[in-house]
């Protein structure tokens, strides 16, 4: 198709706002899917992403359409994943567009990642189409939204399209305001191939596919490709196009959107971001923005029955295979075995490679409490980066130790301003900027912006469930990586009957080690179940003891009721005790359950 008559674009909203929905209505109108195959959320097609209702994968359908005097066009759109664990893969696909859907709920206004997303869309020069949805329910307001978009995000009144998704209501206006708002695509269709990859998947066929948008030149199936920032080269087994299906075509030109199956063995030889070229007559320049994963949470994974090391490792090889940002290498530990340390782009990124490892290959396992990686400066000059408390160096080395930092953005209801700022500063925020988003005359009702700095590993502990309680649900949170920064932090050490445990040891900011040691401990005391023995938990500072629980020996033991010899009758009894703790791990003698790793990084 001639370029001026291709449209690239996707759909950008803060969750739950109706971009699912909407993209449904776009999908049925343009009788890209036929009515008996429609169901809902179309595009979202791993089980996972259907059950959360979230956009895990980006992808991407090709919709055809005609306009009232007879003119056909193409429309890409390009779904992204909507969850800031996955912000650069969302920039790289709103790369591969020239315009995006804002969607905004009527019912709740401007949120946090509408902002975010603007944001992006913006540095990425595209074309914002504003569109209010849900405008069918009784509790929208549709003038109050506007207004929003209008004080807040500079839009044009005039711009705005109000839609109900569900029923169908103007939607056919969003169409036609992609037509004509949309600038088409403007690559050189003679130039040297450059096609950004804005996502890929692995298939035990046809190797990496990798999903392009072509930016210049052409590509067929016959020439040999190459990757630029690698220099790795590829054949092509096959190009098409989405419907959402794949559907083999002959050639993509410049403009067009759709799949390269590279017969690459790993996505990480294919990373999104990169730009693919033809390696007999390479183009000069990559495509800017390209940017290795870069994982940013870390944390232990351990089998929970040690023979499961290996199905662990397979699960893992074969996770990879098709997610280049998830990192491991083994690790040992003296409470937990053999396992592995794990880098992910962030908590759900984790929380996804769990449940799947859980599902897909029915292996149980132990996470300890997630992590940042910090910098270590060494009194000889040398940075180190640290992934685990364990990796620490030991104090005298350290010179200064560094913690990543997120820019974030809050939207809260006023009434919560004085809450939510108070707990911004007990999570050493670094207040940034405020902006009222309307001012309602009944001053308790308007709606404030703010922006703090945020080291990573406060939202790592429980600063989104503190948001969400201390705001009874009503705030919204986004935030971006913008750098390391020194702090004042050290290893806090926890160890159980006189032995550290370092899978519940963790680093944190000098002036809170006391509190939280002891806060710790006391956790731990409730956590741990009670032995046939004494147990004493300690937590502990550069070899200093600061803090002391003990949990006190059961008084009677199952083993007491057995009087004589009958060794199978004890082996029974044992063995009922050891059922429902399949998620228990032992440290020496000590049993000690999931929960308690997990409440490393909480605080009360
Ligand atoms: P997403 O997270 O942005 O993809 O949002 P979804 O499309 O999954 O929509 C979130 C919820 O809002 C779902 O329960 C939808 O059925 C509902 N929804 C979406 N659009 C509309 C609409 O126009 N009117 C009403 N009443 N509900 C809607
Ligand atoms: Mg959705």
């Known amino acids: 198709m001639d370029q001026s008559h291709i449209r690239n674009f996707c759909i950008i909203a803060h969750i739950d706002h109706g971009k699912s929905t909407l993209a449904d209505r776009l999908l049925e109108m343009t009788s890209t899917i036929p009515k008996r195959e429609m169901q809902q959320q179309v595009l979202d097609r791993m089980d996972l992403e259907r059950e959360r209702g979230i956009t895990i994968k980006a992808k991407a359908v090709r919709m055809g359409s005609h306009t009232p005097n007879g003119d056909e066009y193409e429309l890409n759109l390009v779904d992204t994943p909507g969850h800031v664990d996955f912000t650069y893969e969302v920039s790289r696909s709103l790369a591969a567009v020239e315009g995006a859907i804002l969607v905004v709920d009527a019912t709740q ?104 948008r072509l930016v210049d030149g052409q590509v067929s199936t016959t020439q040999p490709l190459k990757l630029m920032s690698t220099g790795r080269t590829a054949e092509v087994l096959e190009i098409g196009v989405f419907t959402p299906d794949m559907l083999p075509v002959e050639q993509l030109r410049a403009g067009e959107i759709g799949y390269i199956a590279t017969g690459l063995k790993n996505v990480t030889e294919c990373q999104v971001g990169d730009t693919i070229t033809l390696s007999a007559s390479p183009a000069s320049q990559s495509l800017p923005g390209y940017r290795p994963a870069k994982p940013m949470v870390f944390a232990g994974l351990y089998p929970v029955d040690t023979n499961d090391y290996l199905p662990l490792r397979e699960a893992l090889d074969k996770l990879k295979l098709n997610d280049a940002s998830l990192l491991y290498e083994p690790e040992s530990s003296a409470a937990l ?63 200064e130790i560094r913690e990543p930092i997120m820019a ?30 309307n001012r309602a005359e009944d001053h308790q009702s308007s709606r404030v912006l703010l922006e703090y700095n945020v080291p990573l590993n406060a939202i790592l502990a429980d600063f989104y469930d503190q948001l969400k309680s201390r705001s009874q649900g009503y705030a919204s949170l986004d935030y971006t990586f913008i750098g390391y920064r020194p702090a004042r932090l050290v290893k806090l ?63 009677k033991n199952v083993l007491a009721k057995c009087y004589g010899g009958d060794i199978t009758r004890k082996r029974k009894l044992l063995e009922q005790q050891a059922e429902g703790k399949k998620r228990m791990k032992a440290v020496g003698r000590v049993e000690i359950p999931q929960e308690a790793f997990m409440a490393v990084l909480k605080r009360e």
């Open 493 to 555: 050490e926890i160890l159980v009957n006189g032995q550290p445990v370092d899978a519940l040891s963790s680093i944190v900011r000098s002036e809170n080690a006391y509190q939280e040691g002891r806060a710790l401990v006391q956790r731990l005391r409730q956590l741990i179940p009670r032995q046939l023995f004494e147990v004493a938990i300690q937590a502990a500072v550069g070899g200093r003891i600061i803090a002391r629980e003990t949990v006190a020996a059961m008084r």
């Open 109 to 212: 206004g401007i949120q946090a990642q509408t902002i975010a997303n603007v944001y992006l869309a913006l540095d990425n020069h595209l074309t914002v189409i504003p569109v209010i949805n849900k405008i069918d329910m009784p509790a929208a307001d549709p003038e109050q939204t506007a207004q929003e978009l209008v004080d807040t995000l500079g839009f044009d009144r005039n711009s705005i399209i109000m839609v109900s998704a569900r029923d169908g209501t103007n939607v056919e206006k969003v169409l036609q305001a992609v037509i004509e708002r949309v600038p088409p695509p403007h690559g050189n269709p003679e130039a040297s191939l450059r096609a950004l990859i804005f996502d890929s998947k692995y298939d035990p066929y046809k190797g990496v596919i990798a999903f392009v």
């Open 408 to 437: 974030i953005t809050l939207l809260v209801p006023s009434r919560y301003l004085g809450s939510i700022m108070d707990l911004a500063s007990e999570y050493s925020g670094e207040y940034k900027r405020m902006e009222y988003l």
């Open 337 to 399: 075995g053999f396992g592995f340390r794990c880098g992910f782009l962030g908590l759900l990124h984790m929380d996804i490679v769990r449940e799947r490892i859980e599902r897909e290959y029915g292996l149980a396992m132990i996470i300890t409490a997630p992590s940042v990686a910090f910098e270590v400066v060494r009194t000889d000059g040398t940075l180190k980066t640290v992934a685990s408390p364990a990796q620490l160096p030991p104090p005298n080395e350290i010179a």
